[in-house]
Every structure is written in structure tokens, then in C-alpha cells.
């Protein structure tokens, strides 16, 4: 029977587990140990934060683990619509509420991977190596045929592979690996906005509606000033995790006066007025890390039988919302590929690292394009967004708040459902030169479009006003 090994036992992993296991008995290698119930684990300091699964990579989820979804749903998942499921500000204004044929799957990554995994780990074709951290590659570099391991007890032994992939995520060792077998060095592409993370767990107030908005304020980009932002999403359980980033010059504090404040202080104040009658349930958990970061495997001669995945290729900033959705993506790309190369042959692995790559292009540079525009950029990109580009972003957000046809195209490019060439289709793109035919949603008629959040913000309004002794 052909032998597959997927390094690395994460989301990206245990899918990509699933693409090959119909051609191959899978060995996923995981350094990490699981636990029983959804529950935050070592290898996954992102687990505190806010996940979207958008929803291309839903679908993408759901054809490679059919019923997923609804088991997701039924573990206390939310379901929601963009833009009219979240009270939306941009950097350029509010969004009005409209119908949208994209969405957006909220619950904690806790009970994402633990629903995953009991999906994945029902298959026995596939096993996970739990507590064995990988040292190496076998092979030359004209084939990698398996890889070198360490258990607990320290002991090396190798497992031999028909093919071996890579799904370690962002800090993979696996381009040391290669050229340690004698395949050349790739090429890294590294953009570093300076985002960082603060997030807290919070109880939702009694009596709220089960179809609770999310609250997102999007960091503005091209002023010249850091970039500040905050999301409140809905989680199982009825729990909010609220997220808040800035870029450097604004990373947001973790003590609690300071989270607090910066939330007030965000563009505008709807987050800390709703998590004000809240009960915090966490510490706050801070995160940094979040460089894109991007590597072109597919153009290298790199030994066959070796393919990277998931954030080992291409780790977009989290800020995007786009890492888990690109990891299922690319997970059923591989399938594709492998049923069209008719199982774990020669040449499979050029042919599949150049089909994710491809899949990788569109959210690279739509992360990077934004990224580039705030302060204090890092970036080894040799041909960098201009100006004008920043523009046209902000023109087409203009006309995206306010005209549906374009707010439809814009978000289901950002939940990689639709091509973002559609957003300049013949339509839109009049829509685009024209430019905005309506004034902008102050914020009281932004947030009236939401009767959901019901009494919530007046009572916050209210205790703020008697706090201040006004």
C-alpha cells in the first residue's frame, strides 16, 4: 500500500491527511499532544483569538469531511452573513445592511480542531505519531522518500514515505530540511504590518437573541498613523471573543484598565459599550507573529515526493480571516489533484505544489496590498503596492458600503467564494468610476440597522453617563 506522512497534526494537517487517504495510509507526525475535550493546546498560541471559516472554505471543509458543517453547527457554531450578520466599519464608513451570499462560521478554534479531529481520526487509514517531533528529511534532491523523527523517549527512527508533506505552519524548518538533502534554498517573502493581538472570552448578557450581530471595526490603512481595530464575534456557548489589534505604535495593552481603554478608544467606542455589561471569562491573551509570510516552492526544482500546505506555504496576516479557509482550500485541491494524477505517483507533487500555490496567489496579495500601507512596514517584497492602489481599496470600500452589487462581489472575494476580478466586472466597475451616490451611515444609523442589539447599548450608555457623574 502506497505511504503518505503529513508533518504537523494541526487544521492544515489533518486535512491534507484526508485528501491523500484515499490513495495511501497516512502517518500524520504531531509534536503536540490532543486533549479529549475542546481545549486549547501548546502548539496553538492562536487557539485564544478570533477565527472566521469563510465560506469557500467551508465548502471546501464540507467536500472533503461531508456532515462537518453540520456537526459544527450542532457543537454551537454561528452562522454569519457578511456584511449583514456583522455591524460592519471599514476604513472608509459604515457598511449598510444587505443580503449577501457570503458567510463567515464562528466558533472558537478550540471546538473547530476538536470536531475536526474526531472526523479526521474515525478514518483508519489515518493514524497520528502524538509527542514525535520531526528532524529531518530522507531522500536527495531528486526524491524525498520519508522522514527522520524523535519520539519522547528521544529515540530517531525514520518513516519511509511515497510522499511526504509539509503542514507545520509559519515556522516550518522544512526549507532547512531540503537543503540538508541537497535541494536548493527557497525563496521567502516576508510583509510585517506589526499587528498584535489582545483577545478576551466574555459571558454575553442574559436575554440577548440567539442571531447576535458580530461587530467588526476594520484597522484604516494609509493615513500615516498606526492602525487600530476590534472584533466582537459570537461563540458556542453564548460567548463573544473579542479581539482587539493594532498595528506598531498601537499594540493593544493586556492588563485590564488598558484592554479596556483601547477598546474606547478604537475608532469607535461599540465594543467597549457592549462588553461593559458583560462578565469577562478568560485572562486576555495577547498574540504577535503575524507577518505574512509566503514561500515559492513551486519555483524550485524541489525533490519530488515533497509538498508544503497550509501555513508552511503561504501564512497570511490572521487579521485577514483567511488562514483556515486557505488550509481546507488547498486540502481539497490536493485531492483533486491526486484522483487527476491517478493516485501517489511521479510528478504528483510538482503538479499539486503548483495548484496551491495558485489557490495561495489571490489572498497573498490581497494581504500584502494592505499591509504594505501602514507605518513602520517590514518588507523584503521587491515590487511593492503603489500609491494608486491604496486609492482604488479605498474607492471601491466607498462604493462597497453603500451599492450591494459591489458589496457582494467585495465580500465573497474576502470569504474566497468569488474571484476578486469579479469586483471590477462591466457593472461594478461603473459603479467603482462613479463613486459613492449616498451620504455615508453616521454611526447611530449604522448601528439602528441592528434591532438585535436591543437595550444593550443604551443601558451601557446609561451606566457610562452615570460613572462620569454627568
Known amino acids: 500500500m502506497t505511504r503518505a506522512v503529513v508533518l504537523g497534526g494541526g487544521m492544515a494537517g489533518l486535512l491534507a491527511a484526508v485528501a491523500l487517504s484515499e490513495h495511501a495510509d497516512v502517518t500524520v507526525v504531531e509534536s503536540d499532544h490532543y486533549p479529549d475535550t475542546p481545549a486549547p493546546r501548546r502548539g496553538l498560541p492562536q487557539g485564544h483569538h478570533n477565527h472566521m471559516f469563510m465560506r469557500g472554505g467551508v465548502e471546501a471543509l464540507e467536500s472533503l469531511l461531508p456532515g462537518i458543517t453540520d456537526r459544527l453547527y450542532e457543537a454551537g457554531a454561528k452562522r454569519r452573513d457578511l456584511p449583514s450578520g456583522n455591524l460592519t466599519r471599514s476604513g472608509e464608513g459604515w457598511f449598510r445592511r444587505r443580503p449577501s451570499s457570503a458567510y463567515a462560521l464562528l466558533c472558537s478554534r478550540d471546538l473547530t480542531d476538536h470536531v475536526l479531529r474526531r472526523a479526521v481520526l474515525a478514518d483508519e487509514r489515518i493514524t497520528v505519531e502524538q509527542g514525535t517531533r520531526v528532524i529531518g528529511l530522507t531522500g536527495s534532491a531528486e526524491r524525498v522518500t520519508g522522514v527522520r523523527v524523535q519520539g519522547g523517549g528521544e529515540t530517531e527512527s525514520t518513516l519511509a514515505a511515497d510522499i511526504v508533506v509539509d503542514a507545520t505552519g509559519r515556522r516550518s524548518r522544512a526549507p532547512s530540511w531540503l537543503t540538508e538533502i541537497g535541494a536548493p534554498a527557497v525563496h521567502e517573502e516576508v510583509v510585517d504590518g506589526g499587528f498584535a493581538y489582545a483577545s478576551r472570552v466574555f459571558e454575553a448578557p442574559a436575554g440577548l437573541p440567539e442571531d447576535f450581530p458580530g461587530v467588526l471595526i476594520q484597522a484604516q490603512a494609509g493615513t500615516g498613523e498606526p492602525g487600530r481595530g476590534a472584533a466582537l464575534l459570537p461563540n458556542e456557548g453564548r460567548r463573544w471573543i473579542v479581539t482587539l489589534f493594532g498595528t506598531r505604535g498601537a499594540v493593544p495593552p493586556t492588563d485590564e484598565e488598558g484592554f479596556a481603554r483601547f477598546a474606547r478608544e478604537t475608532r469607535h467606542p461599540v465594543i467597549a459599550d457592549l462588553i461593559a455589561s458583560a462578565r469577562p471569562v478568560s485572562e486576555i491573551h495577547p498574540y504577535r507573529g503575524m507577518a505574512n509570510r509566503r514561500r515559492y516552492y513551486e519555483k524550485l526544482p524541489v525533490p519530488d515526493g515533497f509538498i508544503a500546505t497550509g501555513d508552511s506555504l503561504m501564512a497570511p496576516n490572521p487579521n485577514y480571516g483567511t488562514g483556515m479557509s ?84 467585495v465580500f465573497n472575494a474576502a470569504a474566497l467564494s468569488g474571484s476578486p476580478l469579479a469586483i471590477f466586472a462591466p457593472a461594478n466597475l461603473l459603479a467603482i468610476l462613479r463613486g459613492p451616490r449616498l451620504p455615508q451611515l453616521t454611526a447611530d444609523q449604522a448601528m439602528a440597522q441592528f434591532p438585535e442589539f436591543g437595550d444593550v447599548l443604551a443601558q451601557a450608555e446609561k451606566s457610562d453617563h452615570v460613572g462620569s457623574g454627568n
Not at 485531492?335 to 497573498?364: E, F, N, S, Y
Not at 513602520?376 to 500609491?387: F, G
Open 326 to 409: 486557505q488550509a481546507a482550500l488547498q486540502a481539497a485541491a490536493l485531492r483533486d489533484t491526486v484522483r487527476r494524477h491517478a493516485g501517489i505517483r511521479p510528478g504528483l507533487a510538482r503538479k499539486g505544489q503548483k495548484t496551491l500555490a495558485r489557490i495561495a496567489t489571490a489572498p497573498w496579495q490581497a494581504a500584502i496590498t494592505q499591509d504594505h500601507f501602514f507605518p513602520d512596514v517590514q518588507s523584503n517584497v521587491k515590487r511593492r503596492p503603489a500609491p494608486a492602489m491604496q486609492r482604488l481599496n479605498e474607492r471601491v470600500t466607498k462604493v462597497a458600503a453603500e451599492n450591494g452589487r459591489v458589496a457582494e462581489a
